[in-house]
């Protein structure tokens, strides 16, 4: 989008955990990184340990930092005051989906209580591995915000018709879905008043950065 141009500094923070497949990035970040490079930006790649010496061998801070949801709290500890930060799930946000109601779902974070059911929806079908972003980190994350509430977790192209009996529904980036189908489960939820989010900018709210994230213009 419009938050970086030719010849300015972007850095990619990427953790190689458990959950990265061997011997290749995830197709998010190779999207942003090819697009980034079309755009003549220069990029520099890191993983979360090498951020702070990567930051100190720059002349100058990089004008924007994409990093994984998940560590959206230690990097915006890390990163220069005046770098523009967002995640590489809350660029699909928009790229994939609608980033305004997204952001707007992401409110109703805060009237979820133990008596809330919360519909986590997958595009991918892998196996399950430990630390799971959306089958334990966020869960965990929700529930101890609001109390041990329902989790229904559901993947591929399995989504509910359904919707009513749900408080919240949060999408993944669905970088392995066409942006027409994301539209269609949103249009789904909308219709049926039911308020729906993805991952980065739910953890982005948890976190309470959301307000300091960048984002595009026309996005929000």
Do not use: W
């Not at 079309?38 to 100190?56: G, Q």
């Not at 994409?66 to 928009?94: C, N, R, W």
């Not at 997958?122 to 089958?135: F, K, Q, V």
């Not at 529930?143 to 408080?167: C, H, Q, T, W």
Request: with cysteine; aromatic share 6%; proline share 6%.
């Amino acid at each position: 989008g419009s938050l970086a141009d030719e010849d300015d500094v972007v850095m990619l923070v990427m953790p190689q955990d458990i959950q990265a497949p061997k011997g290749r990035l995830i197709l998010p970040q190779v999207q942003t990184l090819r697009e980034l490079l079309d755009k003549k930006c220069l990029v520099m790649s890191v993983t979360t340990d090498k951020m702070p010496a990567a930051l100190a061998l720059l002349k100058q801070p990089p004008k924007l930092i994409i990093t994984d949801s998940q560590i959206f709290s230690y990097v915006y500890e890390k990163k220069p005051a005046s770098s523009m930060l967002t995640s590489f799930s809350v660029l699909f946000a928009a790229y994939k989906g609608d980033l305004p109601y997204y952001v707007k779902g992401a409110k109703a974070i805060d009237r979820l209580t133990e008596d809330s059911k919360v519909l986590i929806a997958e595009c991918c079908t892998h196996a399950p591995l430990s630390e799971d972003i959306g089958r334990e980190k966020l869960p965990r994350m929700l529930r101890k915000r609001a109390g041990n509430l329902a989790v229904e977790i559901v993947g591929g192209m399995d989504f509910p018709n359904d919707l009513s009996g749900y408080d919240l529904i949060i999408q993944c980036g669905a970088c392995m879905f066409h942006r027409k189908y994301v539209m269609s489960r949103i249009h789904r939820a909308m219709e049926q008043n039911i308020p729906m989010t993805n991952y980065g900018v739910a953890i982005a709210h948890l976190t309470g950065i959301l307000p300091k994230i960048a984002f595009s213009e026309n996005e929000c």
